[in-house]
């Protein structure tokens, strides 16, 4: 084969690589930010009641949460995980659906957030549905990037660390 023939091509890819390597971090953060707290909020939602927020269909219920009645036999059955009464775990789940996405969605202690939904994630994983591993898996890799990389400069964490002069 003619080496010369492939060097245009080559030439070509490493251009288009370079454009892939001028993202920056902060989109890739925010969208990973943005799309596994909807991910945990979302599933937060089935699970309670008096409180509705989506951003993207539009719809806001604004009230004070309380547990749908379908939760706790939903911990019950479906979702029982040892150690934990079904109905703490359905408590807990609830809570840690609703308050550690908002965390990430604005990037305040976004890192331990991500940490909190890796454990959660695991849980579920290993205890509910161990079938699920694509899903978790992806779960899984954004919540690592987040806590390896952080969640960007659009965020409450990178403004904090910039007033108090923590950034490397």
């Known amino acids: ?9 080559a030439a070509l890819v490493n251009r288009i690589i370079q454009g892939f390597e001028r993202i920056p971090y902060s989109l890739i953060a925010f969208v990973a930010r943005f799309s596994i707290a909807a991910v945990f909020w979302k599933s937060g939602q089935t699970k ?3 409180l509705a927020i989506d951003l993207v269909s539009g719809t806001f219920e604004l009230g004070w949460p309380h ?3 379908s939760t706790i036999p939903l911990f019950q059955s479906e979702y029982h995980v040892p150690l ?5 775990a359905a408590h807990l789940a ?5 308050f550690f996405p908002v965390l990430i969605l604005v990037g305040l202690a976004s890192r331990f957030s991500a940490l909190a939904l890796l454990g959660m994630t695991l849980t579920i994983q ?3 549905y161990p079938d699920a591993y694509p899903t978790h898996g992806t779960w899984a890799a954004i919540l690592l990037l987040l806590m390896a990389r ?4 659009c965020s409450l964490d990178h403004l904090i ?3 108090f002069q923590c950034i490397k």
């Open 161 to 163: 660390a910039r007033h």
């Open 84 to 88: 934990l009464s079904p109905e703490l």
């Open 94 to 98: 609830a809570f840690a659906e609703h």
């Open 48 to 50: 309670v009641e008096g």
């Open 150 to 153: 952080g969640p960007g400069v």
């Open 126 to 128: 290993l205890f509910v």
């Open 67 to 69: 547990l749908a009645d």
């Open 1 to 9: 084969m003619n080496t010369q023939t492939h060097t245009p091509i």
